[in-house]
């Protein structure tokens, strides 16, 4: 145990002292960064309601046509500012002045097809932005329209809260931080292996007194060892940020799980391959199979990751269990076969 | 050029080598795997929170077929008591919704709420006319505030008016009664439009012409974003492909220097261009056949997608060429590696996801994909604003790359900083040392404008204040490193001495600096806007200071190190100060 334990040591240094690691954790970090501002610049083109209901933006509005129209109220309940103009030439000059951002003409309500009109900015981001605050009103304006001429639209006033914002972060940057660190653990691990193959220094390493079980073994736990490491500094960062993980021991547990299983199959690759760089090729390419099958079927690791953070009623650590079986499985084939992989030539 | 073939040839050889007998089956069926997957994956859709929410339904509640939504049907006494042991997140009773008063609970409902409407947007369009269905549409005028025109602008806003107190469409006014011969009217043709595309919104790779007229017609409920996922998703695809081949790219250098062949195709009559132009030019080829049958297979336009990707692939390749000549071990170049691929995807990707929204999108040649993929056309001058940072990397990096390839570098075992230091020294031509120095910042620019980038991404995890002045501080760093790197390693070479020399290469490299940032600054605002800050931006004032300020801070560092004997850290630092306290100076928080 001993001999295992220094070796596990000697792994984890050679990845501490260069700084390498350093690298892997900036990447994560830039990866969750990004993934965050287009949480925050693109999911709220599809959810216009999350940022109105994150950031008070306030934008003044200039009516011609009909001032009493149930629009203005509706508008005024979304906090824009709403000044009735006589005519057009008046809300132009204002709307040139600055004073108001946008210009809506409102025709009287005559039953027919209501033709509105709406002026905006030449400005591409901001008359986008105040279409994204206007969305809510007008929508409410239409579904007015739509009793008055008898449809009635079921649904329209259920309470809820935008939900872009929490779908993005459990089912996107969770899984990627809880996952990513995996990877990069397989990644290791076939470094290692080949780093070893490739240089002939197995063989010394083998003929001292260390069994090759024990040689592997000790790669793989250190990926592992820093994977789970990884994972645990994600969740706090993630709390950080507001962010709770539900079942934060399960969550743990099922990253160190999955982190195994991807460094057992690339201890396997790699002592198939015997060199880095098909071994890192098929690497990648397995990794990529497996996110795409897992995104195909009901029961994958990322629809279990995403309800173990979210708190799920009916997912528990017997699902967790399922994975450890197949680690297991996969733990003694690989070990079975490890010693007679290694004698075949490349 | 038949060096470089046979160098391409001997690439072929060892990679064809690699993959025979059982690993080359073993490859074969995951890529076969990988195919069927992604077209899988591709009819699918795209739905990311599979299985997140548990919605309860009663007997007569509506179908629900999102699978994020995992339902049961229960009757009513069952589904509320379910609904306060939290069993499921929301309960769907006929008409209504009931939620619990927690986070999830809430967000499940907002969920719901947002599939329902569209479901109901569905019924009501098969249930009534659609004039009924969708009684109100809003027209959407642009109107620049162009102030120098004032008279006859200010008529924009009436002039479009007066159209509406007659019909809306440009038929004559006795042809009102003949309207049901008629084709529709334009705002009715326009909705029909957006419910196909609601229709079809769910699937993925929908590319068609963007419903494109003078006047953009608005049906509030059908209103769709702007963003252009499914576009970029397919760019995205694009790139996919190059990063992978650019495995076998980097491997190929630390395949000779494992066995040290370098050495023999070292001596071999061959020029460092040859031998990296050689290794290159299968897996560029491998890279542009994709990109043509990819094209072919989504219905592009070859011609320009060739003339948009051929910039990226270099871009990539230039990158991925950086990596294996500063390795020393395996796990360096994966780590490597995964952060150039990182970066690169972001770069491309990231900017393309605004395309439409703000003009700065360019920046990502993706952004032209995505265009041509919308039927959106561009000109010249935005095909150059992204694509010509591309050509520079790729010509610095190919540079940079003869340069240092040789036995003695590419050999050395040495902590990263100090073969990057190595790398500058080499890429500096000794018997041009001013327009080396001057050449070597103004490349540098659109490094550190990268390095930025990431900065101000990174940033955004903080709280804003404390972002904000992280953000100017690695801003600061980062240029003073840019600018002084160079004069360092002469420095520490020991080819230059005197004071005279630090002073003059200082400034030097300050010009070049500014150079390179004005042209950044005007190239990005010539496309960006039309603006009237470019003059300014040229003006003396604007000039003299900032040279002047970017001497003196450059010297600052240079001497420290050179004269003093100070730590080329610390003297960063220090000149780091001083132009802080310049920028500080100059955006008015210090008077």
């Known amino acids: ?346 | 050029m038949s060096n470089i073939l046979t160098i391409a040839k001997r690439e072929i050889k060892r990679l064809r080598s690699r993959f025979r007998g059982g690993s080359r089956l073993v490859v074969v069926l995951i890529l076969a795997g990988a195919f069927v997957i992604s077209y899988l994956v591709f009819q699918q859709g795209a739905v990311l929170s599979k299985g997140m929410y548990r919605v309860g339904m009663s007997p007569d509640g509506p179908g629900i077929h999102d699978s994020r939504f995992r339902t049961i049907t229960v009757d009513r006494s069952t589904g509320y008591s379910m609904l306060d042991e939290r069993a499921i997140d929301v309960y769907v009773d006929g008409d209504e919704v009931a939620s619990r008063n927690n986070a999830r609970s809430l967000y499940a409902a907002g969920a719901l709420k947002q599939y329902l409407e569209k479901q109901e947007l569905t019924r009501i369009k098969d249930e009534y006319e659609i004039d009924t269905a969708f009684p109100l549409r809003v027209e959407v005028n642009y109107i620049g505030n162009v102030t120098a025109t004032q008279g006859i602008a200010l008529s924009e806003l009436a002039d479009a008016l007066t159209g509406t107190s007659l019909e809306p469409t440009e038929t004559d006014p006795g042809a009102t009664e003949a309207a049901q011969a008629m084709p529709e009217s334009d705002t009715t043709a326009a909705v029909r439009e957006q419910i196909r595309e609601l229709e079809s919104g769910n699937r993925l790779p929908e590319i068609e012409m963007e419903f494109t007229s003078d006047k953009e017609i608005i049906v509030p409920s059908l209103m769709s974003p702007p963003v252009p996922f499914a576009q970029v998703i397919i760019a995205f695809l694009y790139v996919l492909p190059v990063s992978f081949v650019s495995v076998f790219f980097t491997s190929s250098f630390m395949d000779e220097k494992i066995d040290r062949r370098i050495t023999v195709l070292m001596s071999a009559p061959l020029t460092p261009l040859q031998i990296i132009v050689g290794k290159m030019l299968p897996y560029v080829s491998f890279s542009l056949a994709s990109v043509v049958i990819m094209t072919l297979v989504l219905g592009g336009n070859l011609l320009l997608a060739v003339a948009i990707f051929i910039p990226v692939i270099l871009f990539i390749f230039s990158i991925y060429l950086m990596v294996p000549l500063v390795y020393r071990t395996f796990k360096d170049t994966t780590f490597i590696s995964m952060l150039a691929i990182t970066v690169i995807t972001s770069y491309l990707v990231f900017p393309a996801m605004f395309s439409g929204v703000n003009d700065l999108s360019l920046m990502s040649p993706l952004t032209l994909a995505v265009k041509m993929y919308r039927g959106e056309s561009f000109g010249l001058r935005e095909y150059l604003f992204s694509t010509t940072p591309m050509y520079f990397i790729f010509a610095l990096s190919m540079y940079i790359g003869t340069r240092i390839l040789n036995e003695e570098y590419l050999m050395g075992f040495r902590p990263l900083h100090r073969k990057v230091a190595e790398a500058i020294y080499l890429t500096i031509v000794r018997s041009r040392l001013y327009l080396s120095i001057t050449l070597l910042s103004l490349f540098l620019i659109p490094i550190v404008y990268m390095i930025q980038l990431v900065t101000l991404a990174i940033s955004l995890n903080l709280p804003m204040r404390y972002a904000v002045g992280g953000l100017l501080v690695v801003a600061v760093v980062v240029e003073e490193v840019a600018k002084s790197a160079g004069i360092a390693v002469l420095l520490e070479n020991g080819v230059i001495r005197a004071t005279k020399d630090i002073l003059v290469l200082s400034f030097l490299s300050a010009v070049g600096f500014l150079i390179g940032e004005k042209l950044l600054l005007y190239v990005s605002l010539s496309v960006v806007s039309e603006s009237m800050l470019s003059p300014a931006l040229f003006s003396s004032g604007m000039l003299l200071i900032p040279l002047v300020a970017h001497f003196l801070s450059t010297a600052l560092v240079c001497l420290l190190t050179g004269r003093f004997g100070i730590r080329y850290p610390f003297a960063v630092l220090a000149g780091s100060i001083v132009h802080a306290l310049y920028n500080l100076y100059v955006l008015g928080v210090i008077p």
């Open chain 1, 1 to 346: 145990m001993s001999t295992f334990y220094v070796m596990v040591r000697k792994e984890l240094r050679s990845v501490t002292k260069e700084k390498t690691i350093m690298i892997a954790i900036m990447i994560q970090l830039f990866i969750a960064s990004f993934s965050s501002v287009i949480l925050i610049g693109l999911m709220s083109f599809y959810d216009p309601d999350s940022i109105a209901w994150n950031a008070n933006i306030s934008i003044k509005v200039g009516v011609i046509g009909d001032a009493d129209s149930p629009l203005v109220w509706f508008l005024r309940d979304r906090n824009v500012r709403v000044t009735p103009f006589p005519s057009p030439l008046d809300a132009e000059s204002a709307f040139r002045a600055g004073m108001v951002d946008a210009v809506i003409f409102v025709p009287e309500d005559g039953r027919g097809v209501v033709d509105m009109k709406l002026f905006l900015p030449t400005s591409e981001s901001r008359s986008t932005m105040i279409l994204m605050v206007l969305k809510e009103p007008m929508k409410r304006y239409e579904n007015y329209l739509r009793e008055e001429r008898g449809v009635h639209v079921r649904y329209s006033d259920i309470r809820g809260m935008p939900s872009t914002t929490y779908e993005f972060r459990y089912s996107v940057i969770i899984p990627i931080l809880m996952f990513f660190p995996a990877f990069v653990a397989g990644s290791m691990v076939i470094d290692s292996i080949s780093e070893e193959l490739e240089n002939r220094t197995l063989e010394t390493l083998w003929s001292a007194p260390l069994s090759l079980n024990v040689i592997f073994g000790a790669k793989i736990a250190a990926g592992l060892v820093l994977a789970v490491g990884q994972c645990a500094l994600w969740s706090m960062l993630l709390r950080f940020n507001r962010v709770p993980i539900r079942n934060l021991g399960l969550v743990l547990l099922f990253a160190a799980v999955i982190a195994a299983i991807i460094a057992v199959g690339s201890a396997l690759i790699a002592t198939y391959f015997k060199d880095r760089e098909r071994s890192q090729f098929v690497y990648s390419l397995f990794i990529l199979l497996s996110a795409g099958v897992s995104y195909l079927f009901d029961a994958s690791p990322i629809t279990l990751m995403i309800r173990l953070a979210t708190g799920d009623y009916y997912t528990g650590i017997a699902d967790i269990a399922v994975y450890g079986v197949l680690l297991l499985a996969l733990l003694a084939a690989f070990l079975s076969v490890a010693k007679r992989l290694i004698a075949v030539p490349a």
